[in-house]
């Protein structure tokens, strides 16, 4: 198992298809939102939508905690965090594969035969990353990585207690303004080889 954490804009979803490629091994990201949408119940919008996400204000959050308390309801993303999980562990029961996001480097902190990667790069190199993938200004694109990212840091602290991004949760961490994508992978597959028995 290789799971991949990443900055946006910083190119991690195409590095882990290249690790994916490289190692003929399964690849997992969007294709876990169908997945979850199944096991939970809620469409493939709402899924797409929330899954990294937590509801955008403190008051809303209380709201709902109070609800699930006393309806005896999981609140919509704590059971949307546990399907997602529970498919995660069904795949890599099943195979090797490439995760990306998801809080997966957490879900399998313990899983002996992984490699924990966390990809990043600076601020320019992912407005310009952003710009040429989405054809957005420049502005936009600064904003849309900042707002992202905090989702990202948001929900990681929320479920799992632990700073996203953080060199400690990660087996290794690169950067994409400092290497390329073909060169970070070749080097996540180098040191899976290493590390993971096949």
């Known amino acids: 198992l290789i799971t991949i954490a990443r900055e946006f804009g910083s190119g991690g979803r195409e590095i882990g298809k290249l690790v994916a490629e490289k190692m003929g091994i399964a690849y997992y990201d969007s294709e876990l939102i169908t997945m979850a949408a199944n ?54 029961e099943k195979q090797s594969c490439v995760i990306v996001g998801r809080a997966s480097n957490y879900i399998f902190r313990e899983y002996e035969n992984a490699l924990h990667v966390f990809i990043s790069a600076d601020m320019e190199h992912k407005i310009s990353r952003v710009v040429r993938r989405d054809g957005m200004k420049p502005k936009e694109a600064e ?13 990681c602290k929320y479920f799992t207690g632990t700073e996203w991004g953080m060199a400690d949760n990660y087996d290794l961490t690169l950067r994409t303004d400092a290497f390329s994508p073909q060169d970070v992978a070749e080097t996540i597959v180098k040191l899976a080889e290493k590390k993971l028995t096949v």
Not at 143 to 155: A, C, G, S, W
């Open 39 to 92: 096991e939970s119940g809620y469409s493939e919008e709402y899924v797409r939508e929330n899954e990294q996400k937590l509801p955008n204000t403190l008051l809303y959050d209380l709201y709902t905690q109070y609800y699930s308390y006393g309806t005896d309801e999981q609140p919509k993303y704590e059971a949307l965090f546990e399907a997602e999980q529970k498919i995660m562990r069904e795949l890599v």
């Open 143 to 155: 904003k849309k990585i900042k707002k992202v990212e905090q989702d990202r840091k948001n929900h």
